[in-house]
């Protein structure tokens, strides 16, 4: 039997800090819990969602109107350079875990925080590498049928920062397997290590946020793409821009609305200075989405996660 806590606080549970209660907030175990969550939400015509590490959520102040679900599976398997890990992992246990086990394909996401299934939907990644590059099936419950079935890798439809599990938020994340390849203990140790001092160095976890608010956009303006190259010395990768460098051609690192700031260390990130509200957020994603398109022709989108908002909320 699932345990459901009402006016549950979200805002403690998220990286950004930001947020009212779930209307109903429970923790499953296995598939049995899930379901029993799942067929609760629908018997009470209540929306549900997932929640995983909470780093890449941003939570309307007035909570969340429905069931809010933390699968806590956390089983991590090795069968030879196959592993089957479950969604609740948290990612960096996963990683160290592969290093220990000298498999290699996944050092480079040491220090994204948040849980396997955040990250497979999300396709989360760093420094080139993607945990979808990486996935050769996932396991999934069907909120609609209530079924358990395993989707191909070439039905994940893994992009950048994208899947099909974004697109149909029915698909519930149960665990992943994954193929990788045979490498010395010792260099994927310091290869992870390595990993984690270069995003110390960029003082990429320093602050109250979601890391980068918006996915960087494919820019088909090709002198502004050649201004970038030009600049920074790097090749545009995909034909896309780093949303943070566009907010720094608008000028607008630090910009502030209430408590809500575009961080100074990091253009991409809007943090959370201290008391930041939903709506202070959202109307500073929003200036910064007005002022880049007006100053540089590119169209922002977010990669958060925007939860409880109506549409009217949302609309820029
Ligand atoms: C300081 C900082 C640095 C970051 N750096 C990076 C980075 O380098 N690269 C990167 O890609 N990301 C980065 N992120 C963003 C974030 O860590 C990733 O997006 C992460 O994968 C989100 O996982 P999570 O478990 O926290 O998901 P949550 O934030 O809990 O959820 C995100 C979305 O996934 C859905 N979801 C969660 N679990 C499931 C499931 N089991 N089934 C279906 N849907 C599910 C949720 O409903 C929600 O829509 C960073 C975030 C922070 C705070």
Not at 167 to 191: K, N, Y
Request: charged share 25%.
């Amino acid at each position: 039997m699932i345990e459901l806590r009402e006016h549950f606080p979200l805002a403690p549970c998220t990286t950004f800090g930001i947020g009212g209660p779930a209307r109903f907030y429970a923790e499953v175990a296995g598939l049995a819990e899930l379901r029993e969550a799942l067929s609760f939400a629908r018997a009470e015509g209540l929306p549900f969602f997932l929640m995983g590490g909470g780093s890449n959520l941003l939570i309307s102040d007035a909570g969340f109107p429905g069931l809010v679900i933390r699968n806590t599976g956390r089983a991590l398997n090795r069968e030879g350079t196959d592993v089957e890990v479950e969604a609740g992992v948290v990612l960096i246990d996963l990683v160290r875990s592969c290093a220990s086990w000298g498999l290699a394909g996944v050092a480079t996401l040491a220090g994204i925080p948040g849980l396997v299934g955040g990250a497979l939907r999300g396709n989360a990644g760093a420094y080139g590498g993607s945990l979808g590059e990486v996935c050769t099936s996932v396991r999934v419950l069907d909120a609609g049928s209530l079924e358990e079935r395993i989707v191909s890798r070439a039905e994940c439809r893994f992009g950048y920062r994208d899947s099909r599990f974004k697109q149909d938020p029915a698909l519930v994340v149960l665990g992943t397997r994954l193929s990788l390849a045979p490498a010395p203990v010792e260099e994927l140790e310091e290869r992870v290590a390595e990993t984690l001092a270069k995003r110390a160095a960029r003082r990429l976890d320093c602050e109250q946020s979601v890391g980068s608010y918006f996915t960087n956009p494919v820019v088909s303006d090709r002198a502004l793409v050649a201004r970038f190259e030009a600049e920074q010395r790097v090749a545009a990768r995909e034909g896309r821009l780093p949303a943070g460098w566009l907010i720094d051609q608008a000028g607008l690192r630090n910009l502030r609305v209430g408590g809500a700031q575009v961080s100074g260390i990091h253009a991409n990130y809007l943090i959370n200075t201290g008391g930041a509200s939903a709506r202070d957020v959202l109307e500073l994603a929003r200036l910064v989405k007005e002022r880049v398109l007006s100053q540089t022709g590119v169209r922002l989108v977010e990669e958060v996660s925007r939860i409880g908002f109506s549409a009217g909320e949302l609309a820029d």
